[in-house]
């Protein structure tokens, strides 16, 4: 058997050989970055794809020690690929362009399955402990003194989203939101274990009010308080507590690079998501102190709910799988001047 080089090419082989073999992904790669402006969705994803495999083919060349004239042509051709797929240096407007476009879509789609578990696993509690305090007098009444509950169902609930002038209401549930979310992903680095108490807290509360409000008929009252605003707001949490949880994990786990490198690589990361989810959490606080407690009908303002929630992960989706399949990993270091083209 022929041994390899780590690109996984036989040394041995006449560059000539090699050269032939791959030529017609050089060209075609060529043709796509001549192109670059006018490329159709799947002709970005090809462009994407062979730019990464020439990349390999590069590095492939050089641990093999193939003739220089090789190399520097294939260099070449790497570097306008490059051009063609992440663009050109760009001001600081355009840093901020290429984290909201590149760094936090890419860790937010990167943690995606976290990010599923724990929606998944926070939504479960709140509707065991919501279906529990519901269908159960004796534990309404260990909770709260009936009076308590009452005017709790009466009006303090729904009172609550309209006690204050909408921009500072605003600003204080952005504020209160924020911090919860922050919790949730710095207590990453202690293994994930208080992030798992913070979604639980989070979810004991939603449950409570939850079964409290459906057990004495204002169940309908309930949902059309906490969609509106309450669909993106839980995402942004969910996302803050998948990424501590990554991190976590990142302390058992390191994978294939040493501990200390590995932990560094992963917190860069988060905080890419701790700055997005900021501006994703100051929307919610607007449709929660503006949309919720407003005059609109109740469709409506569940309506702008789900269209905001839709909106952000039809973001995180398309703009996040693209950047991970050009190599973005969401870590703030990574090419620090430059933002992927679309086109």
Known sequence: MVSRQPGGYPPAVDSDVFAAAHRAEWERLDALVKRRRRLSGEEIDELVALYQR????????????????????????VARARAAVTGSPMGSWAVLGRFATVLFPAMAYRARWWWLGTAAGSLAVAVLIGWWVARSPAVQAS????????ALVDHQFQGYYSQYAAPSFAAKVWTNNVWVAALALIFGVLLGLPTLFVLFENAANIGVSGGLMIAHGRGVLFFVLILPHGMLELSAVFLAAATGLRLGWTIIDPGPLPRAQALAQEGRAAVTVSLGLIVVLLVSGVIEAFVTPSGLPPWARIAIG???????????????????????????????DTVPVAG
């Open 54 to 77: 020439t990349t390999t083919h590069l590095s492939a060349v050089r641990s093999a020690g193939f003739d220089p004239v090789l190399v520097a042509a294939l260099s070449s051709r």
């Open 143 to 150: 909770l709260l003194p009936s009076s308590q509950v009452k």
């Open 306 to 336: 789900a269209v905001a929630e839709a909106a952000f992960l039809l973001y995180v989706v398309v703009l996040g799988r693209r950047a991970t399949a050009a190599g973005f990993t969401g870590d703030m270091a990574e090419a620090p």
